[in-house]
């Protein structure tokens, strides 16, 4: 369902964020929608009770199952914010909504192709829930457009992107991928869960699908997990049924929590990627950095794409360390201490994992052919709100204390 009001009127993000999914039905009164628990839905007599399974539509009350005010105030806000699409639905996490999405597009027999670089459990549902279902998953290198054509064959349904790539940060050029694949008579699903809907318009750029983990920078705050997908009227209309035939539901707690941490979103994005790129270009001159994977930063690998197909950036991005030593990395990021080391990003505090990405790629090698194959320990940075000259002091901090021993 679509809120006209804040669609059509050619507002900005920033101002769009802050009237989507606020429909006076829902809210009543008061600025927010208040959060309705609620399993049971009463109905006033028995024959609008015979009437509530025949409509299954969005916005009208039934059962919990198909959600409450909170909840499709939350989903309208989501499609409010992405333009071309008829509807989102939620999930209880990002991962569940890769599931619901990819169970709803494929049967048995099919060919799923899937991005080397997806988040790694995407890839680890290829062989498992995947394969157990009969599908079959195959693996592209998303910068290599003849590889990815040559990759189709007539049971290829659908294809599943990310950009910037998990952990090593590749931008593809979506577009492309997405025209080849429409082209192919496949669906395009995008992971866009690092630029989210205002850094990259997915169903504008020709996705036919695109997902997100909300419990990145949409709840932004650590504290709740949900997943959303959204898509043109068609297949949104199968994904919701098929998430209703699963279960898929979100508690009206979260989706509030995830409403209200929307409203900051356009800040905290435009604060994350300056900080990122001030500690980006810092890292650069550092003699203990290789490379730095961060595709806002001038002549960093993917720039160029991603100034020509993104609106925003984040504060996700990784760096290689120089030489080869595994140990030096492990004191590096135990010697952090504004990073918090733990899963996870697009919070308001600071993280740190290490990237190791060989072992889970299948045609995208590692370290990358054109650099130097000692350079190989990763590490990935989630910059929050603190004061990057803070978190630059406790890199180099960090930095000297790894090379000390
Ligand atoms: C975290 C993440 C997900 C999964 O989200 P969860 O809510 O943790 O299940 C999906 N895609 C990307 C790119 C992610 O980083």
């Given amino acids: ?32 929608p208040p959060v309705w628990r609620a399993s049971t839905h009463l109905y006033e007599n028995m024959a609008a009770l015979a009437e509530g399974p025949r409509r299954n539509e969005d916005g009208r009350f039934f059962y919990g199952r198909r959600g409450a005010p909170t909840q499709w105030a939350l989903a309208d806000a989501l499609t409010a914010l992405e333009p071309e699409a008829a509807g989102t639905v939620l999930y209880p ?7 619901g999405v990819l169970l709803t597009l494929v ?41 990815f054509e040559a990759a189709f064959c007539d049971r290829t349904r659908v294809v599943l992107l990310e950009a910037p790539g998990s952990l090593t940060m590749e ?7 997405a025209s080849i694949a429409r082209s192919r008579g496949a669906v395009s699903v995008l992971d866009n869960t690092w630029a989210g809907p205002t850094g990259f318009a997915s169903l504008s750029h020709g996705v036919d699908v695109v997902l997100m983990a909300l419990t990145k920078h949409i709840g932004g705050h ?22 209703q035939s699963l279960g898929h539901v979100v508690s009206p707690d979260d989706a509030a929590l995830a409403l209200r941490g929307l409203r900051t979103l356009h ?35 993917g720039h160029e794409l991603w100034s020509r197909d993104f609106t925003g950036g984040c504060g996700l991005f990784s760096f290689v360390l120089r030489g080869g030593d595994a140990a030096r990395r492990v004191r590096f990021i135990d010697a952090l201490s504004l990073f918090g080391i733990g899963y996870s990003w697009g919070g308001f505090e600071s993280l740190a994992v290490p990237v190791d990405p060989a072992p889970i790629r299948s045609v995208m090698a590692w370290p990358p052919a054109d650099t130097d194959p000692v350079d190989r320990f990763g590490v990935r940075l989630s910059i929050g709100l603190e004061d990057p000259d803070d978190l630059i002091a406790d890199i180099e901090r960090a930095f000297a204390k790894a090379g000390d021993k």
């Fill in 222 to 243: 650590s504290d709740l997990m949900m997943g959303s997908a959204s898509a043109g009227p068609e297949l949104y209309d199968r994904l919701r049924l098929r998430a």
């Fill in 267 to 301: 800040l905290r994005l435009e604060r994350e990627t300056a900080s990122a790129l001030h500690i980006a270009r810092w890292l650069v001159d550092q003699p203990q950095v290789a490379r730095v994977l961060c595709p806002m930063l001038p002549g960093a690998p």
């Fill in 107 to 147: 049967r048995p027999g099919d060919v799923v192709l899937m991005t080397d670089n997806a988040y790694d459990p995407s890839r680890a549902m290829g062989k498992g829930l995947l394969a157990d279902f009969g599908v079959a998953t195959r693996y592209f290198d998303p910068l290599d457009l003849s590889a």
């Fill in 1 to 32: 369902m679509k809120d006209r009001k804040v669609e059509d009127l050619g507002l900005a993000s920033a101002t769009r964020i802050v009237a989507a999914g606020r429909r006076p039905e829902w809210t009543g009164p008061v600025v927010n």
């Fill in 93 to 99: 996490s990002g991962v569940a909504a890769i599931a």
């Fill in 171 to 177: 931008v593809c050029d979506v577009p492309a991928l």
